[in-house]
């Protein structure tokens, strides 16, 4: 029997809809068998998760999201099996959260000069976990307020770069990230690589990311074209990199995708998940 994999999906800890009890029973019910919570720049939601899990007959493997600015673009970057104690991965996930939050307060005043007053204090009404601020959280405001009509809407019109609310901002290195995920003995993972707006250097990026220590390219994303399953795959065996799968679900009705909804990996890569 082959087992059903998301690697790939967020909480309440950072900027999903569910608690992560709520997610790993959906992931259950939708016949996912292995799966990663993977909340931004924070671990505290697994072992709620871990718990449920027990329970719903998945297998839970402990996951984060991490920030990263690599030349002048944000990438992110999937942590899988991680040590969630691990002293060096927690010191780094609470510098980009400290980031995260002096970030926040910059976009409530990018918003104030576009005349968009109360934004931050806005956002942070839909906060849900007091650690983690990101930009989801102002665009559901954004949407609430009535300045779009929903956050599809808001990542075109509003934050991002160019736009109202942007704010330029550095996260960690690729080689912190990569470090930090290493020492808490997980593997390092580029999530969404065909999200990128890296203007025809993607096989810099894939190669530097490789040299850096990564170990898998996230082929399977709900942010990629069945084009692009085919274009990373391919990466995959180039790079001689693993691959990996992930629906990166936020909530009912917000994402491009549900738990357990990715296809099987296409043929000829090496799945991230080969040695567990
Ligand atoms: P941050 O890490 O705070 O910069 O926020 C990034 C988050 O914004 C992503 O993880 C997504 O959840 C969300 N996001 C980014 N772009 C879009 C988009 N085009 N549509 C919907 N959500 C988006
Ligand atoms: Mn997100
Ligand atoms: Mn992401
Ligand atoms: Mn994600």
Request: one cysteine or more.
């Amino acid at each position: 029997m082959t087992l059903r994999y998301d690697l790939h999906c967020h909480s309440t800890y950072s900027d999903g809809l569910l608690e992560p009890a709520e997610v790993v029973r959906r992931a259950g019910v939708r016949g996912v068998d292995v799966l990663a919570l993977t909340d931004h720049d924070e671990t505290s939601g697994l072992a709620e998760a871990r718990s449920a899990a027990r329970d719903a007959g998945v297998r839970l493997i402990d996951g984060a999201e991490l920030s990263v600015s690599w030349r002048d673009i944000t990438l992110h970057v999937v942590a899988l099996g991680i040590d969630p104690d691990c002293v060096d991965l927690c010191e780094g996930l609470e510098a980009i959260r400290h980031g995260r939050a002096h970030r926040a307060q910059r976009m409530g005043e990018e918003l104030a000069q576009a005349g968009i007053a109360g934004a931050y204090a806005g956002a942070m009404k839909f906060v849900t976990h007091e650690r983690l601020i990101s930009r989801t959280h102002f665009a559901r405001y954004l949407v609430d307020a009535g300045h779009a009509r929903d956050t599809r809407e808001v990542f075109r019109r509003f934050l991002v770069r160019g736009k109202p609310g942007y704010v330029a901002h550095q996260w960690a290195t690729l080689a912190q990230a990569i470090g930090w995920i290493h020492a808490a003995g997980g593997q390092a993972v580029l999530a969404h690589p065909g999200r990128y707006n890296v203007d025809g250097k993607i096989r810099e990026l894939l190669a530097e990311f490789r040299d850096t220590g990564g170990d898998a390219i996230e082929v399977l994303s709900s942010s990629h074209t069945p084009a692009q399953y085919t274009e990373f795959a391919r990466y995959a065996r180039v790079f001689g990199m693993l691959a990996s799968s992930g629906s990166d679900f936020h909530g009912p009705g917000e994402s491009w995708a549900d738990l357990g909804d990715m296809p099987r990996l296409p043929a000829g890569v090496t799945p991230v998940w080969k040695d567990w």
